[in-house]
């Protein structure tokens, strides 16, 4: 019955797709910031991690400070952080067991695995010297899940509402991890120019695994408005917001028109905003006017999406979605 | 030199189902040749497959969800095709005759103006559903999917002892059994004849087609599920994904002027048949109990007015109930003038005194149960049971006779089991399933289930029991 897709199945592999993407970010982070923090600015670093999400309040409740075994600890293994991989990665099983009709075996196995992997984890597998590899694997663990799924997950609407959901959620990281960082970053007049600068934008390119193509696009000089661009505006890079939109309104588009689904006009309208917003502007006029307020409007507008995506296609009533949204399933 | 697999088994005096089997030659062959060390290996492998495959069935604790495997004993047992075809038309015969009772209870009621069983006993009992009186449904057929329990004494004479006429659940284990025995033992499997049962969801799909409203050239059909948290929810994604259809819980469907619609990302979208595994209290809050979440409401009235069929149909419970089944032989030569192919466990039904008397002198020798549950709770074995316990028996069974039934402890059949690196005798017994459309079909041999808790007698998953792969060998 590849023509019809229950609601509840569409917002399940939409978040499926949501939640293996964040967990990839964040092992992505922790490792460049685990093998790119040995300066002054360690403990900072690490903290700045605590405030991608916004967790501070609930971060301190449990740790003192915010070091490399805190944070480590916080956002790999804890299931009590919803923020946690551990938890991503939970809510993505959970997903995909209530997808199994939909999803290949071999989707399901692969992420039942990798999530009883994580549950086995223990303090020991977080020591200092074995991270690089445990964030080895958990990245590569995300990637598998998605070469899986393009190899084997049946191109019908699901394939669609996955591949929008991966789309935003990287779309969101990517401005979520250039807002933390481009404060952090930004050069106090002490360090203009000195190496640790430089090594800090690379690890900011790093986590978002931008730095070989920036490097061939601006092979000569790394400035803080270049790496600003390169994350936010160029087309071609693959975790770049203005990319990740605009493969969404492709995708949006495609499956209206190819399953006849009449609804999500409004989803259409709010990435079409959110599409004149990130192709119109330079990264010049953007960091005149004030990155940070631009980097929110973008995350308020991916909100704005996805609140239109539930009403439109995954059965969501409007006035029950202020709660729906602070806790997907 | 290693021992091999069957070294020092010993059955005792029970029947055993490897050595006594007059198909099993080729398979003991076999297995001598295997180390006890090669089995353990392989068995431990296919295990943690099932835990990765997500072959589970969840278990709530403290709270907390814990996946547990059916813990999967990798000796096959083995029926010849002599034995399967006495079982087989034993149970074809049986569930034509449980599908003529539930027509003429809801219906003309020769049955019970006859006298061949109380009436108080069909319309008094709690599954009875009044609601389905007059109500037709495609073929006359109520039960479409039945899993017919059938155990063997120590003579190796099959004995019925429950028909699960509901909702039986196991089917998915005869599949991927058979899966993981195919990758772990392809050795064991060459060339022996093997009936398959890769086509159970084929056969079922077409038999749930067959029960579709009277015109509907292309019928959807859904699968009807509490949701992930019920034990049995591996096994709902099974069917959905052998028969390719959408799995739904009750929040995805609404009924609007008597129809049945689902919610899709395109809107509402019609759907004709529904194979639901969820039992009849919770199918439609409006008809029956109203606080369920699980069900669909108005679902009753669109059954009624004969715009969606469901599988089973609503009011089967009465058939399988464990009073009625004691009646099942005079049902069957009532209906179909034919001796039981199949014999029942006798039986003594504690509602009529001379049984009750019977039962409370002789309750250290026998089995008691109650009618209503499933699952093995509230099952006093008489030889296993303390002093207390038989106090607490005689206790119920003087409250509420009515409740319980009786039967003699029937010595199961074995079979050679893996336990703690050993090959030891455990009891086991047998779950084939039946799908019921316009004609019915059996697949071939079905589920074993196996105590494996040494001399016990109790196969359910949720009581320490395991599962075997059942070969019906030509």
Known sequence: MPDVLLARYADCIFWLARYVERAENLARILDVNETFSRDGRGGQNWRSIVQLNSDEKRFFAKHDTASVHSVVNFYVIDNDNPTSILSAICNARENARTLRPLISTEMWVQLNMFYNHLLGLCAEDLAPGRLGALFATIKEACQTHTGITEGTFFRDQGWYFYQIGRYIERADQTTRLLDIKYHLLLPSVADVGSPADVSQWNALLRSAAGYHAFRRLHAASTTPARVAGFLLLNPAFPRSAHHCVREVGQLLGEVKSRYALRRGNDAAEELDRLQALLGTLDVSTILSRGLHEFLDTIQRQLIAVTRELSVAFFGYIPEELQVQAATPQ | ?474
């Not at chain 2, 009073?323 to 069957?332: D, E």
């Open chain 2, 1 to 474: 030199m290693n021992p091999s697999v069957l070294d020092g088994y010993d059955p005792q005096d029970f029947y055993c189902e490897m050595l006594r089997s007059p198909a099993s030659r080729a398979v003991r062959e076999r297995l001598a040749s295997l180390s006890i060390e090669a089995l353990k290996q392989r068995a431990s492998n296919a295990n943690a497959e099932l835990y990765n495959l997500g072959i589970t069935f969840t278990v709530y604790s403290d709270a907390k969800t814990i996946d547990r495997i059916l813990p999967f004993d990798v000796i096959p047992r083995v029926l010849s095709g002599e034995e399967w075809r006495e079982i087989e038309s034993g149970i074809v015969q049986r569930i034509t005759a449980i599908n003529l009772l539930l027509d003429d209870i809801y219906h003309q009621q020769h049955l019970l103006r006859d006298g061949i069983v109380p009436s108080d006993l069909i319309l008094g009992n709690r599954n009875y559903r009044p609601l389905m009186r007059g109500i037709d449904v495609p073929h006359k057929t109520y039960v479409n999917i039945c899993g017919t329990d059938i155990v063997r004494d120590e003579h190796g004479a099959f004995l019925v002892l429950e028909d699960n006429a509901r909702t039986p659940s196991g089917v998915s284990y005869v599949v991927e059994n058979r899966h993981l025995m195919l990758r772990a033992f392809p050795d064991l499997l060459d060339e022996i004849g093997l009936h398959p049962v890769e086509n159970y969801g084929a056969r079922l799909i077409s038999a749930l087609y067959e029960v579709a409203p009277a015109g509907i050239a292309d019928p959807r059909v859904v699968l009807l599920s509490p949701g992930t948290y019920n034990s049995a929810y591996f096994e709902h994604v099974f069917l959905a994904r052998e028969m390719g259809v959408p799995l739904v819980e009750g929040r995805d469907l609404l009924v609007e002027d008597d129809r049945v619609f689902m919610r899709t990302t395109g809107g509402l979208s019609r759907v004709d048949v529904i194979y639901r595994r969820i039992d009849d209290d919770y199918l439609d809050p409006g008809a029956f109990l109203p606080e369920s979440t699980l069900g669909v409401p108005g679902l009753m009235r669109a059954y009624r007015a004969g715009n969606v069929a469901l599988a089973n149909a609503v009011g089967t419970g009465v058939a399988d109930d464990k009073a009625v089944y004691a009646y099942m032989p005079r049902i069957i030569r009532y209906y179909l003038a034919q001796e039981p192919i199949l014999q029942n466990v006798e039986t003594h039904i504690c509602r009529e005194p001379e049984a009750l008397r019977y039962t409370l002198d002789h309750l250290a020798e026998l089995v008691v149960k109650p009618v209503g549950e499933a699952g093995g709770y509230g099952i006093t074995v008489g030889p296993k049971a303390t002093r207390r316990e038989l106090d607490e028996c005689r206790a119920k069974l003087l409250a509420d006779p009515s409740n319980y039934i009786s039967q003699p402890c029937v010595k199961l059949s074995v079979a050679p089991t893996l336990v703690d690196g050993h090959v030891e005798p455990r009891h086991v017994d047998l779950r084939p399933f039946a799908v019921t459309g316009s004609s019915t079909w059996v697949l071939p041999g079905g589920l074993t289930r196996v105590a494996l808790r040494r001399g016990s007698l109790v196969v359910n998953s949720s009581q320490g029991g395991g599962s075997k792969d059942t070969w019906v060998v030509a």
